[in-house]
């Protein structure tokens, strides 16, 4: 069989697997979050009291957690701040080149710090969506920790005082992005067929007798793994911006340790301190300079595929468990 005809049948696969619904590649998570930025020393600042570890190279500003990745938020400088990208890890080089082959788009050397390869999609609000893989990762830092607890009914710690563990880092890693989108099915499709996720949960209510989508709760489909409930949140907006993105931290004495730490530094505050009913997630919202919304959040659920996917009412999405309730922004 020659080139010609093995490329025509690999097309054709592709092609079938897209129009069947089938999921092309394994996502292992989302990675990173890009921006344009007014002022990098700034900015940095923010992310240094948000609990990053931070260093700008090249013009570029990069900030870690204690996990492995060497980067989980990058900016540029800008006259005009934006959102650039999102960026997912891909299982395998395998899986990347499954999911450039949808769009046609060219797998690359990755030139951020970690090398790898990158391939550059853009989805249908037009959001540049970047998938990486085979990244150098960087040792692990020390995670923020404390001594036992002692809750009503299980003690803990005994015969000693609270102590709270230094850290230079007290971000893990990103957990999730929310994005206000134009068309919900239609985005949804389209990332469920390059990256495989899942509904959680999907936001329905009743208009003149019709069931009507607000937007769903999605996650990575790792097959028996537990993972987040949610990895991307699409809320149908009928227009595409970006909402906030949402970083993980050890534990809630780090989530209060920065809330103090940034109304301290005088950064803006959003939404919080509270505990979402759909997530389960303690969150707490700012703002940094140019107005992007980032969360702190800490002991969210963990689910894997067979939790299968739910629908659920406006109200459980605006409601909590306890602490404010509403949508952060409002």
């Not at 030139?111 to 085979?134: H, S």
């Not at 703002?287 to 659920?312: A, Q, V």
Request: with cysteine.
């Amino acid at each position: 069989m020659n080139l010609y005809r093995v490329a025509l049948l690999y097309i054709l696969l592709v092609n079938w697997q897209v129009k069947s619904g089938e999921a092309m590649a394994g996502i292992k998570d989302v990675l990173y979050v890009r921006f344009k930025v007014t002022d990098l020393q700034a900015q940095k600042q923010f992310l240094n009291d948000f609990g990053f570890q931070t260093q700008i190279e090249d013009d570029l500003l990069m900030a870690r957690g204690t996990d492995s990745s060497p980067y989980i938020y990058l900016a540029e400088a800008s006259d005009t701040p934006a959102f650039v990208s999102v960026g997912f890890e891909a299982e395998s080089e395998d899986a990347l080149r499954d999911i450039a082959a949808i769009d046609g788009v060219p797998v690359e050397t990755n030139a951020l710090p970690g090398g790898g390869l990158i391939a550059r999609l853009i989805d249908p609000n037009g959001f540049a969506v970047e998938v990486v893989t085979q990244i150098d990762h960087s040792p692990e830092l020390p995670v923020a920790g404390r001594s036992g607890l002692n809750d009503g009914s299980t003690k803990q710690r005994l015969g000693q005082r609270v102590a709270l563990d230094a850290s230079a880092c007290l971000i893990k890693r990103l957990g999730h992005v929310v994005l206000m989108v134009e068309d919900f099915p239609e985005t949804f499709d389209w990332y469920q067929q390059r990256l495989g996720l899942l509904i959680s949960d999907e936001i329905v209510m009743d208009q003149d007798g019709q069931e009507q989508t607000l937007g769903a709760f999605t996650r990575c489909n790792r097959g028996a793994t537990f993972v987040d409930h949610h990895t991307l949140f699409f809320i149908h907006a009928g227009q595409a911006d970006f909402n906030h993105a949402a970083f993980e931290v050890a534990n809630w004495d780090v989530l209060m340790q920065s809330h103090y730490t940034l109304k301290k530094a005088g950064h803006q505050h959003s939404f919080g301190v509270g505990k979402h009913i759909l997530g389960s997630q303690t969150f707490d919202y700012w703002k940094d300079p140019n107005g992007f919304m980032l969360e702190h959040f800490t002991d969210g659920d963990l689910f894997n595929e067979s939790f299968g996917s739910h629908k659920r009412s406006p109200e459980e999405l605006l409601g909590t468990l306890w602490g404010p309730e509403g949508m952060p922004g409002q």
